[in-house]
């Protein structure tokens, strides 16, 4: 039998969000919707990004509790048309679920597929259990924001775009 007081440590798991479309744009539509600033600030939130490898740049959202609703940016790798990645860090240690302290990396990838382009996101690092509330709820909004992109790659207008979320 074993002793509990023996037990190593239970030790964090570290979770990666995976999302995988095939979008009907040209990878350089594609490209274009994620990484012109006003665009992503369309699908995603308001930023400051530039696709120059080391540029630091913050999305802004809703703040909570302590947490200032910034998140701090530095983009990774730049390989147009085909990858781009960048840190995502943000949060407040005395938020327990919406706004605790993620340390993370998004990572897009971009491969021609057909007539279009298979667009594949990982968001990794994801801390479990403390960042378990922010895995659960950012898995189905990559999922929606997807779509976003999609429309956006596509030249929808802003309000279109808006609207065709809107019941989302």
Partial sequence: MTDPARRPAAVDSVRDIVVEEILPHAPEKV???LTESELVGRWLMPNDFAPVVGKRFTFRTQPMGNW?????CEVLEVVPHERLAYSWKGGSTDNAKYGSVLDSVVTWTLTPSGSGTRLRLVHAGFRSPQNDFA???MSSGWGRI??????????RSKDAVAQSFAGR
């Fill in 146 to 155: 997807m779509g976003r992109i999609s429309e956006i790659a596509a030249g």
């Fill in 68 to 72: 200032d609703g910034v998140v701090q």
């Fill in 31 to 33: 490209w274009h919707a």
């Fill in 135 to 137: 895995y659960d709820a």
